[in-house]
């Protein structure tokens, strides 16, 4: 079975400073591994995803995130955070082999204090 | 502009009664899966259809029933409301999945607020 884990329900970070969103997960197999946002009462968007390759992936809005295989991990990560960043992150795997859909995490809500 | 569309964005119902949730996306995705938020527990998955003509159940499809009517539009029909079905529903789409070539991400709607009262 497929599932994530992000240990942290809340992280607040000062403007300009580095910003870090943890996810780890379990699957069997080699993993496809996705980072989504959500603003208030909208959808959730897509913001970057690792498939295979090189182990840091650059998404959108500065977004970026580090595979790490050995630690079961894949960090959402930004150099320097924007008030506009705060929002709902969601961390989500499927397993590499096999059509199944993705599992999701129970969030981060991530706040930037100006 | 292409997407996926959701109605109704709001419902409040009655315990015992019933609805339908609409989905429809223009993109030609042969993917669609409905998921539910609710607070501390992210998005379960409830539903969903790997391509036209197939649904296959979730992580919690207790309560509720789907039908993929063509490849554009995938519905959700709760049957007897109850308040436990309260939460905010999303359906996605995506591509469908390449074995071992590459994996899309879904495109979400923007939600349905559904209140069982």
């Known amino acids: 079975a497929q599932s994530v884990a992000q240990p942290e329900d809340q992280v607040n970070v000062a403007e300009g400073n580095p910003l870090t969103v943890k996810c780890t997960y379990s699957?069997?197999?080699?993993?496809?591994l996705f980072w989504y946002v959500q603003y208030p009462n909208r959808g959730l968007q897509f913001l970057l995803k690792?498939?295979?390759?090189?182990?840091l992936v650059k998404g959108s809005y500065g977004f970026e995130a580090e595979f790490n295989k050995s630690q079961t991990s894949f960090h959402l990560k930004k150099p320097s955070a924007l008030v506009s960043d705060s929002a709902l992150y969601f961390c989500?795997?499927?397993?590499?082999?096999?059509?199944?859909?993705?599992?999701f995490g129970k969030g981060t809500r991530l706040s930037v204090i100006a | 502009n292409a997407g996926v569309t959701q109605t109704p964005k709001f419902q409040v119902l009655k315990t015992g009664q019933s609805m339908t949730l609409q989905c429809a996306q223009d993109?030609?995705?042969?993917?669609m899966y409905w998921y539910r938020q609710d607070p501390g527990m992210g998005l379960r998955l409830i539903y969903y259809?790997?391509?036209?003509?197939?649904?296959d159940k979730g992580e919690v499809p207790n309560g509720y029933n789907v039908s993929r009517l063509n490849k554009r539009e995938f519905s959700l029909r709760l049957e007897s409301a109850a308040p436990s079905q309260t939460s905010v529903y999303f359906c996605?789409?995506?591509?469908?999945?390449?074995?071992?070539?590459?994996?899309?991400?879904?495109?979400f709607g923007s939600g349905t607020r559904l209140t069982v009262v």
């Open positions: 996605a789409s995506s591509e469908a999945e390449r074995r071992g070539l590459y994996a899309y991400g879904y495109t």
């Open positions: 699957v069997s197999g080699n993993p496809y």
């Open positions: 690792y498939i295979t390759g090189d182990n």
């Open positions: 989500a795997v499927r397993a590499y082999s096999g059509n199944t859909p993705l599992v």
């Open positions: 993109m030609n995705h042969n993917s």
């Open positions: 259809s790997a391509s036209e003509g197939t649904t």
